[in-house]
């Protein structure tokens, strides 16, 4: 090594959010100025491991004022203009990476649709027409039958209560289903289910839906371009389901494998038809297909088109408020964030966008993510982060971002082929399912 | 008696001075009011006002006009102004000692002698008994005074007395007239004293004067003279004769030409071997020569010759026009739009819709956007969903398809396709149920017993139900290359290219949306 140059050093001073054990002392240390983010790892650890013998290393991201540090030390302290002289105040997070991928849960056809918002399960739509409902990795408990083409999206009506869950799917047939079912019992095999209400009006492919927070209605996107609002009425209902769990299942198969199909036609004859119902409402505005709609609040919807724009409806007058224009045909949309007001979308190009709608002047994207390769299909904000969000794109990757920085935090690459659609599950896990017919659960994420 | 007229004379002089002071007051009014106007400058105005002035003060050898009064220098200008602003009110009548007899003819001379005194102080003529001399050089006699009396009875009685002011200087009462008194008051008041004289207007003069938009010289007159030998490079237009092109001007001699030039002109021996071995025409025509005295320059040699060339390009040499277009070249190519006017372009591939073993030779777009078919060289059309790039279906034909057509309206996912001979219409089998049924309607046919057909040609056409592909074939008589919709959906037409001529088309009413009608009527019209 060349004496002649000088290592040098900076006064830092680590600070952390974090519960003890995970806490440093509070002096400040000289630290070699052309670390990287490896480097302070390393360092944070052996400071703990010095406090505490049983400690084992763990991987920590720093951000400095704000910001998540991505280049050695001296340059991002000369890039963001910070004096080397006082001391630096780092804070340091638990790194945001998955830990442990679980077993691919394998599915019959494409998975297309994906919902983790419940903690107890996953719930998957596939192009096979069916609707799945996981309790882990591999293990499903309950298979929704009913719709005559593939399933485009699903969501998670009311969560609450151990015993009847409501789920909604939406499909290529035309129409959605709502079902109930029990995520308690514990089944050897697979439980069939039909759905209690079917809700038709669509005059083409239901592409998208979301469900108010409340639980007793429910939004759909289709390719008719118009977004339809539909009344979930639990109360009708309830005695239709009991008897469907009892039927028995013909086929010992793993419970990854459907091959009930022939079963179908015994069990609709004995379970009653599911009522109809009929739109609440509908919203017209949008000249193409709606992709992708949330409900993030009692009285207004977010709904993404291929027309290229976001627009923000009023529940009550059916009016859409707010129109953000950008250049691209939207696949996906989701709002949370600082405030739950922050838009994400993604679509044909492989560019993540993140809006803020409160911000005056112009309605150009805060936020612009560009490592995909290809078109976004998926975009979900963590329930719990301020900063966290996630993407999953047809190049097979899905990514976790923190708006802090401008790379992805993490890079899932579990499916060979295009990502269909993705999700945060228990807060800590982001399962995915795409074109391979896999649905991938990766754990051990830490997001505070 | 003295006393008292001397009294009386002091009464009236304190009077007059009174009086003389206010009219000075007046006048200093008016002086500064006509000096503020002057200094603001334009003399045209009031050079006419003065014609008829005299300013008394100007006893100028004979008769000064008015212009040379007032060229006699910076001084005499301010004074005469002084005096011309004066002079308006009252025209004079109110004369002051520093007021000049500008021209003989004036008004005034008509009325009493007026003293021609001048700047001489009045007082010195207190004691005499005359006020000054007339032009003639008689004594100008003081009038009588009134009595103090007798005067303010005089100004009691008169009503006109308050326009009545005592000129000292000529020892006499002026009335003022009513247009006097209307310029003494607009004086006063601090304005222009005529009151159609407008200052502004005044203003705006002067500044185009300064800014060199008036000019007060006279126009240049055109030199009315024309060349007698006229310039041959400006007289071709002049000439009528539209052929007529003079010859070129000889050249004026340079340099070179001189008998002495500069060494430099004067080519080496070495040079002048060299123009030996050049070519004929590439020697140079001249040499300069140098010659030390002008009595050692030789004749011309070719002078003869000159002027007979010279004589031959003028008369002998045809001379014609050659219209030269001058294109430039570059602006003949066409201009093919930058770059960043065709934005937005594809220029990223994002998705491949992959499984046609061989070329695909056609695609079309559902209505709504959702599906694409594709037709290809290994027999089969597909049919994918745009947003995942699936394959959703697969018909099997064998032959190399040729063309594939989305029924256009949105109702109606019918799918056309021309195989070989063959026109399919195909039920892609998308929408629901309700769409499927009419479709399936529609996309029955009966096999004909009898030929309807309008009987002018032998109709190479048959209609056959299709099961393997579900749909209709329509058989051609030749090979079909390509199929179209109309906008609305009920006709379509296909193109058979036969001979180079003609194309055969033939419309088909057939899928009127009187879906109702399960029963086809068909049609076939064929052009050629």
Same mark, same amino acid.
């Given at each position: 090594?060349?004496?002649?140059?000088?290592?040098?050093?900076?006064?830092?001073?680590?600070?952390?959010?974090?519960?003890?054990?995970?806490?440093?002392?509070?002096?400040?240390?000289?630290?070699?100025?052309?670390?990287?983010?490896?480097?302070?790892?390393?360092?944070?650890?052996?400071?703990?491991?010095?406090?505490?013998?049983?400690?084992?290393?763990?991987?920590?991201?720093?951000?400095?004022?704000?910001?998540?540090?991505?280049?050695?030390?001296?340059?991002?302290?000369?890039?963001?203009?910070?004096?080397?002289?006082?001391?630096?105040?780092?804070?340091?997070?638990?790194?945001?990476? %998955?830990?442990?991928?679980?077993? %691919?849960?394998?599915?019959?056809?494409?998975?297309?649709?994906?919902?983790?918002?419940?903690?107890?399960?996953?719930?998957?739509?596939?192009?096979?027409?069916?609707?799945?409902?996981?309790?882990?990795?591999?293990?499903?408990?309950?298979?929704?039958?009913?719709?005559?083409?593939?399933?485009?999206?699903?969501?998670?009506?009311?969560?609450?209560?151990?015993?009847?869950?409501?789920?909604?799917?939406?499909?290529?047939?035309?129409?959605?289903?709502?079902?109930?079912?029990?995520?308690?019992?514990?089944?050897?095999?697979?439980?069939?289910?039909?759905?209690?209400?079917?809700?038709?009006?669509?005059?083409?492919?239901?592409?998208?839906?979301?469900?108010?927070?409340?639980?007793?209605?429910?939004?759909?996107?289709?390719?008719?371009?118009?977004?339809?609002?539909?009344?979930?009425?639990?109360?009708?209902?309830?005695?239709?389901?009991?008897?469907?769990?009892?039927?028995?299942?013909?086929?010992?198969?793993?419970?990854?494998?459907?091959?009930?199909?022939?079963?179908?036609?015994?069990?609709?004859?004995?379970?009653?038809?599911?009522?109809?119902?009929?739109?609440?409402?509908?919203?017209?505005?949008?000249?193409?297909?709606?992709?992708?709609?949330?409900?993030?609040?009692?009285?207004?919807?977010?709904?993404?088109?291929?027309?290229?724009?976001?627009?923000?409806?009023?529940?009550?007058?059916?009016?859409?408020?707010?129109?953000?224009?950008?250049?691209?045909?939207?696949?996906?949309?989701?709002?949370?964030?600082?405030?739950?007001?922050?838009?994400?979308?993604?679509?044909?190009?492989?560019?993540?966008?993140?809006?803020?709608?409160?911000? %005056?002047?112009?309605?150009? %994207?805060?936020?612009?993510?560009?490592?995909?390769?290809?078109?976004?299909?998926?975009?979900?904000?963590?329930?719990?982060?301020?900063?966290?969000?996630?993407?999953?794109?047809?190049?097979?990757?899905?990514?976790?971002?923190?708006?802090?920085?401008?790379?992805?935090?993490?890079?899932?690459?579990?499916?060979?082929?295009?990502?269909?659609?993705?999700?945060?599950?228990?807060?800590?896990?982001?399962?995915?399912?795409?074109?391979?017919?896999?649905?991938?659960?990766?754990?051990?994420?830490?997001?505070? | 008696?003295?006393?008292?007229?001397?009294?009386?004379?002091?009464?009236?002089?304190?009077?007059?001075?009174?009086?003389?002071?206010?009219?000075?007051?007046?006048?200093? #009014?008016?002086?500064?009011?006509?000096?503020?106007?002057?200094?603001?400058?334009?003399?045209?105005?009031?050079?006419?006002?003065?014609?008829?002035?005299?300013?008394?003060?100007?006893?100028?050898?004979?008769?000064?006009?008015?212009?040379?009064?007032?060229?006699?220098?910076?001084?005499?200008?301010?004074?005469?102004?002084?005096?011309?602003?004066?002079?308006?009110?009252?025209?004079?009548?109110?004369?002051?000692?520093?007021?000049?007899?500008?021209?003989?003819?004036?008004?005034?001379?008509?009325?009493?002698?007026?003293?021609?005194?001048?700047?001489?102080?009045?007082?010195?003529?207190?004691?005499?008994?005359?006020?000054?001399?007339?032009?003639?050089?008689?004594?100008?006699?003081?009038?009588?005074?009134?009595?103090?009396?007798?005067?303010?009875?005089?100004?009691?009685?008169?009503?006109?007395?308050?326009?009545?002011?005592?000129?000292?200087?000529?020892?006499?009462?002026?009335?003022?007239?009513?247009?006097?008194?209307? !310029?003494?008051?607009?004086?006063?008041?601090?304005?222009?004293?005529?009151?159609?004289?407008?200052?502004?207007?005044?203003?705006?003069?002067?500044?185009?004067?300064?800014?060199?938009?008036?000019?007060?010289?006279?126009?240049?007159?055109?030199?009315?003279?024309?060349?007698?030998?006229?310039?041959?490079?400006?007289?071709?237009?002049?000439?009528?004769? !539209?052929?007529?092109?003079?010859?070129?001007?000889?050249?004026?001699?340079?340099?070179?030409?001189?008998? #002495?030039?500069?060494?430099?002109?004067?080519?080496?021996?070495?040079?002048?071997? @060299?123009?030996?071995?050049?070519?004929?025409?590439?020697?140079?025509?001249?040499?300069?020569?140098?010659?030390?005295?002008?009595?050692?320059?030789?004749?011309?040699?070719?002078?003869?010759?000159?002027?007979?060339?010279?004589?031959?390009?003028?008369?002998?040499?045809?001379?014609?026009?050659?219209?030269?277009?001058?294109?430039?070249?570059? @602006?003949?190519?066409?201009?093919?739009?930058?770059?960043?006017?065709?934005?937005?372009?594809?220029?990223?591939?994002?998705?491949?819709?992959?499984?046609?073993?061989?070329?695909?030779?056609?695609?079309?777009?559902?209505?709504?956007?959702?599906?694409?078919?594709?037709?290809?060289?290994?027999?089969?059309?597909?049919?994918?969903?745009?947003?995942?790039?699936?394959?959703?279906?697969?018909?099997?034909?064998?032959?190399?398809?040729?063309?594939?057509?989305?029924?256009?309206?949105?109702?109606?996912?019918?799918?056309?396709?021309?195989?070989?001979?063959?026109?399919?219409?195909?039920?892609?089998?998308?929408?629901?149920?309700?769409?499927?049924?009419?479709?399936?309607?529609?996309?029955?046919?009966?096999?004909?017993?009898?030929?309807?057909?309008?009987?002018?040609?032998?109709?190479?056409?048959?209609?056959?139900?299709?099961?393997?592909?579900?749909?209709?074939? !329509?058989?051609?008589?030749?090979?079909?290359?390509?199929?179209?919709?109309?906008?609305?959906?009920?006709?379509?037409?296909?193109?058979?290219?036969?001979?180079?001529?003609?194309?055969?088309?033939?419309?088909?009413?057939?899928?009127?949306?009187?879906?109702?009608?399960?029963?086809?009527?068909?049609?076939?019209?064929?052009?050629?």
């Amino acid at each position: 090594m060349d004496g002649d140059v000088e290592e040098r050093r900076v006064q830092a001073r680590f600070i952390t959010k974090l519960k003890p054990p995970y806490k440093v002392p509070y002096t400040s240390i000289a630290i070699p100025a052309n670390v990287t983010r490896f480097g302070l790892s390393t360092i944070v650890n052996s400071l703990l491991k010095a406090g505490n013998d049983e400690w084992e290393s763990q991987p920590f991201d720093f951000l400095i004022d704000g910001e998540l540090v991505r280049l050695p030390l001296e340059q991002f302290v000369l890039a963001k203009g910070i004096s080397a002289e006082k001391v630096l105040e780092i804070e340091y997070i638990r790194a945001v990476a %998955p830990q442990k991928e679980d077993e %691919p849960s394998l599915h019959d056809d494409w998975v297309s649709a994906v919902d983790g918002s419940c903690p107890r399960f996953i719930f998957t739509g596939c192009y096979d027409s069916f609707g799945r409902v996981w309790k882990a990795a591999g293990e499903c408990t309950h298979i929704l039958e009913g719709h005559r083409d593939g399933i485009t999206s699903v969501t998670i009506v009311n969560p609450e209560g151990a015993d009847s869950v409501t789920v909604a799917t939406a499909s290529k047939d035309q129409s959605l289903r709502l079902w109930k079912f029990d995520t308690e019992e514990h089944l050897d095999q697979p439980a069939k289910i039909r759905a209690f209400k079917v809700l038709r009006g669509h005059n083409a492919s239901v592409q998208s839906v979301a469900a108010q927070a409340s639980g007793n209605m429910i939004c759909s996107g289709s390719w008719d371009c118009t977004i339809n609002l539909w009344r979930t009425n639990l109360s009708d209902t309830e005695g239709d389901l009991v008897s469907i769990k009892k039927r028995k299942v013909k086929n010992n198969v793993e419970e990854s494998q459907m091959e009930v199909i022939k079963n179908l036609t015994s069990v609709a004859r004995v379970c009653k038809e599911a009522i109809t119902g009929e739109a609440l409402s509908t919203l017209v505005g949008h000249t193409q297909c709606v992709s992708a709609v949330h409900w993030p609040e009692h009285s207004t919807i977010y709904s993404a088109s291929w027309d290229h724009s976001v627009r923000r409806w009023d529940v009550e007058t059916g009016k859409d408020l707010s129109n953000i224009f950008c250049g691209k045909a939207l696949n996906c949309l989701h709002v949370g964030g600082e405030g739950s007001s922050l838009i994400a979308a993604g679509g044909s190009d492989p560019i993540l966008r993140i809006w803020d709608p409160r911000k %005056p002047g112009t309605s150009a %994207p805060i936020y612009q993510f560009s490592s995909h390769n290809s078109w976004i299909s998926a975009c979900k904000w963590h329930a719990k982060s301020l900063f966290h969000l996630l993407s999953a794109s047809y190049d097979g990757k899905v990514m976790l971002w923190d708006l802090r920085t401008a790379w992805p935090l993490a890079i899932i690459d579990s499916h060979e082929d295009k990502v269909l659609c993705a999700d945060w599950w228990k807060g800590d896990s982001v399962i995915s399912g795409g074109v391979d017919s896999k649905l991938c659960i990766s754990s051990g994420i830490y997001v505070q | 008696m003295g006393a008292s007229k001397k009294e009386s004379v002091e009464v009236d002089k304190k009077k007059n001075s009174k009086k003389t002071q206010t009219t000075k007051k007046e006048k200093h #009014n008016t002086e500064e009011s006509v000096l503020a106007q002057k200094q603001e400058g334009a003399a045209t105005d009031y050079k006419e006002l003065s014609a008829d002035d005299d300013s008394e003060d100007y006893k100028s050898v004979g008769e000064s006009e008015a212009g040379d009064g007032e060229s006699s220098g910076d001084e005499g200008n301010h004074k005469s102004g002084s005096s011309e602003g004066l002079a308006i009110d009252g025209q004079s009548e109110d004369s002051e000692p520093d007021q000049g007899a500008e021209e003989s003819d004036s008004s005034e001379d008509e009325v009493a002698p007026r003293n021609t005194v001048g700047d001489v102080p009045l007082e010195w003529y207190r004691d005499e008994k005359h006020i000054g001399y007339d032009i003639a050089g008689k004594k100008i006699k003081k009038k009588e005074k009134q009595d103090k009396l007798d005067s303010f009875l005089a100004n009691v009685d008169d009503s006109k007395n308050w326009r009545k002011i005592y000129d000292e200087y000529n020892d006499e009462e002026v009335e003022l007239t009513k247009e006097e008194t209307k !310029l003494v008051r607009r004086m006063l008041k601090g304005k222009t004293p005529h009151a159609d004289f407008d200052p502004y207007a005044v203003l705006g003069l002067v500044r185009a004067i300064r800014k060199g938009y008036i000019k007060f010289d006279k126009p240049k007159e055109e030199p009315r003279f024309y060349m007698l030998w006229g310039d041959d490079a400006s007289s071709s237009e002049k000439t009528g004769h !539209l052929s007529y092109i003079p010859a070129p001007k000889p050249n004026m001699p340079g340099h070179e030409e001189s008998y #002495n030039p500069s060494l430099e002109y004067i080519p080496t021996q070495e040079e002048i071997n @060299s123009y030996q071995l050049m070519d004929e025409e590439d020697r140079p025509k001249f040499i300069p020569k140098r010659f030390t005295s002008l009595r050692s320059i030789p004749a011309y040699e070719n002078a003869v010759k000159d002027s007979f060339e010279r004589c031959l390009d003028l008369y002998l040499c045809p001379r014609v026009r050659k219209k030269r277009i001058n294109i430039d070249p570059e @602006s003949l190519k066409p201009k093919l739009p930058s770059r960043k006017d065709l934005r937005p372009y594809p220029a990223t591939c994002y998705l491949e819709y992959r499984g046609h073993k061989g070329a695909v030779m056609s695609i079309s777009a559902e209505a709504s956007g959702q599906w694409i078919a594709s037709g290809s060289s290994d027999g089969t059309v597909r049919l994918w969903e745009v947003e995942t790039c699936r394959c959703i279906k697969v018909w099997e034909f064998g032959e190399v398809v040729q063309y594939v057509a989305w029924n256009p309206l949105p109702e109606l996912p019918i799918l056309a396709v021309t195989v070989g001979q063959d026109v399919f219409l195909l039920n892609s089998g998308l929408g629901n149920e309700e769409i499927q049924r009419k479709v399936k309607e529609l996309l029955h046919v009966e096999t004909p017993t009898a030929p309807e057909d309008s009987g002018n040609k032998v109709s190479g056409w048959s209609w056959r139900q299709d099961d393997e592909h579900e749909g209709i074939r !329509l058989r051609h008589f030749k090979s079909v290359y390509s199929v179209e919709w109309h906008r609305k959906g009920d006709y379509f037409s296909t193109v058979m290219p036969a001979d180079i001529l003609s194309i055969h088309c033939h419309l088909i009413a057939f899928l009127f949306l009187a879906l109702e009608s399960i029963v086809l009527c068909m049609k076939s019209i064929s052009h050629t």
